[in-house]
């Protein structure tokens, strides 16, 4: 019977240990959505494109960006098959969901699974026109590629 009460405790110790963790983890991504509105509202700047990514091309081929302001490319794929969208060069930063975009080689590279969606910011920080493409083998080739002109 003693032992079962210390089961108890316990149980209930690491129950309360799991909310405070998920509890303790609530904040920063409601902080994170706050800045993002924040972000969006003072700047009236940033720029949203949707993008798609299909089996074999971009639904656009042409994308604009200003120099120093975030894009934001809503990427998706629509396809059947794997599909990125990459560039080799380009200064600034990008990053997929929140997280660095870069890639060895690859100033951007987004991979994308058949029917999954993600949000690419890229912030040019030099103007210029850059060629995107896809890097799956032949997609470039069939023409999956489109160019990305900063201002
Ligand atoms: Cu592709």
């Not at 800045?35 to 074999?56: C, F, M, N, Q, Y």
């Not at 080799?88 to 997280?99: F, M, N, V």
């Not at 060895?104 to 030099?126: F, M, N, R, W």
């Amino acid at each position: 019977m003693r032992l079962l009460k210390t089961a108890i405790v316990l149980g209930a110790s690491s129950l309360t240990l799991l909310v405070a963790a998920c509890s303790g983890a609530a904040p920063t991504s409601a902080t994170a959505t706050a800045t993002t509105a924040a972000a969006a509202a003072a700047g009236g700047s940033a720029s949203t494109v949707a993008l798609k990514l299909e089996d074999i091309k971009f639904s656009t081929t042409a994308l604009s960006a200003t120099k120093g302001q975030a894009l934001t490319v809503d990427l998706s794929n629509g396809g059947a098959l794997d599909h990125d969208f990459t560039i080799e060069k380009l200064d600034g930063s990008a990053t997929i969901d929140g997280k660095d975009a870069k890639a060895t080689g690859q100033a951007v590279h987004a991979p994308l699974k058949p029917k999954a969606s993600g949000k690419l910011v890229i912030t040019p920080s030099t103007a210029g026109t850059f060629t995107f493409f896809c890097t799956v083998p032949g997609h470039r080739e069939a023409g999956m590629q489109g160019t990305l002109t900063v201002k």
